[in-house]
């Protein structure tokens, strides 16, 4: 039940990167892979300045095709809890704004929901991390406390009108840097090894008491 909140040298270094990718596509129209390229076979396809934008976001939309069971809340906010300290480093090329939002849904305990199966594991937990990164735009759903110490299922879209908050429009890069990576997976290892520590700490009590 703890909150976060970003460092001075986190913000730094993020608008730092955010300023430094901006400068790169402003002064150069050469292709950079999936920030104005198209992704996998369609990494020769050009995309307008003016579409950057709508290219993240599709990439977000297009890999949130999760299935099966859901994934526990407790797993959820390990991943949000992993993503931004990955984004935090300033070396993903996202903005302030995101980041901070990430951080907003983490501190009010509101997780969106994943689905187990669906990630490819080669160049990130691609499926999870889309359902993850799918509520910064306002769509999806989450789970959220309410005054019974339960959550509530809601749509994306509820909440943030509730919380007063806006959709983040994802800049050039965004979509990537948010799919890629193995927060899913560094959260259930993380996870099962807590859990793990506490078991064997728990069998050890048990044992001596019972001696």
Known sequence: NKKIKLSNDSVLNIKKSKAYLNTKLAESDKPFYGINTGFGSLYNVKISKRNLTKLQE?????HACGAGDEVATSIVKLMLLFKIQSVSYGHSGVQLATVNRLIDFYNNDI???IYEQGSLGASGDLAPLA??????????KVDMPNNKGCF??????DVMCEMGWKDIQ???????ALLNGTQFMVAYGVWSLLKSQKLSYLSDL???ISL
């Open 170 to 176: 994802l800049k050039s890069k965004e979509g990537l």
């Open 206 to 208: 048990i044992g001596t």
């Open 152 to 157: 509530d299922r809601k749509n994306t879209s």
């Open 111 to 113: 997780t969106p929901v």
């Open 58 to 62: 599709n990439l977000v939309m297009s």
């Open 131 to 140: 359902h993850m990164s799918l509520v910064l735009l306002g769509m999806g």
